[in-house]
């Protein structure tokens, strides 16, 4: 019920290639959904979030596709470069019903990406 | 602006013994956490501050690990004794404020080898 599933486990990508990482729920109250962007050494840091009201947002090579309905979400990296070589992780955030009322985010297993040169 | 600022950054114990990390969230960020890292997984959650009381700590291993935010601030997580299996990077974060939405801020983490 609380799991966020994430896949491919890693991706290798041509630089100027499109890498897609998807994410699926099952928790219908989870209501915010973020992608993290973790570096060797480094703490995740926010790439960019959606909120189920609106099926796409667009941030520069960055993309969120969400889709309701099936408890699904991507991201999509266009014109990849080797400088996005990282790990991604999706997150679902909302009430966990084991965590009374504390709002929580629970992470997918992350992607490790490579983006070739 | 600082980050989330968080020590030792390595550490490398025998099993049994105990280790504390400790936590600086971001100024004025009401909202502090503990997660855990096992390689090759995502950030699970152990513990939740909303100031200095617990808001959830129901994924926290009470037998061995501990936590506490004293004065709202600085926070420490403690384990003891330790497992081999504890071996993970820890990882402090805080938001301003435990609502919809909100972003969280990661510091680098403390990397624990239990050994």
């Known amino acids: 019920q609380q799991q966020v599933k994430q896949s491919p486990q890693s991706l290798i990508v041509q630089k100027g290639g499109i890498s897609i990482i998807n994410c699926a729920y099952e928790?219908?109250?989870?209501?915010?959904f973020p992608w993290y962007q973790q570096f060797p050494g480094k703490g995740p840091a926010l790439l960019i979030a959606?909120?189920?009201?609106?099926s796409e947002k667009k941030e520069g090579r960055f993309t969120i596709s969400f889709n309701k309905s099936a408890k699904q979400f991507s991201l999509h990296i266009m014109d990849s470069q080797p400088g996005d070589s990282a790990t991604y992780f999706c997150?679902?955030?909302?009430?966990?019903?084991?965590?009374?009322?504390?709002?929580?985010?629970?992470f997918g297993s992350g992607t490790q990406l490579t983006v070739l040169p | 602006e600082a980050g989330v600022a968080q020590s030792p950054r390595y550490k490398i114990i025998e099993k049994r013994q105990s280790v504390a990390f400790w936590c600086n969230p971001i100024?004025?960020?009401?909202?502090l956490y503990w997660y855990q890292q096992i390689l090759g997984q995502g950030p699970k959650l152990l513990i939740q501050f909303q100031n200095n009381g617990v808001v959830d700590d129901s994924q926290l291993p009470k037998d061995r690990f501990s936590a506490e935010r004293l004065k709202g601030v600085d926070s420490t997580l403690k384990i003891q004794p330790a497992k081999l299996e504890d071996s993970a990077v820890y990882l402090c974060?805080?938001?301003?404020?435990?609502?919809?939405?909100?972003?969280?801020?990661f510091g680098e983490g403390s990397w624990l080898t239990v050994v």
């Open positions: 928790n219908t109250a989870f209501d915010y």
């Open positions: 974060a805080s938001s301003l404020r435990q609502g919809a939405r909100n972003t969280i801020y």
């Open positions: 959606i909120n189920p009201d609106v």
């Open positions: 100024s004025g960020h009401a909202t």
């Open positions: 997150a679902a955030g909302g009430i966990r019903s084991s965590s009374g009322s504390a709002r929580q985010l629970t």
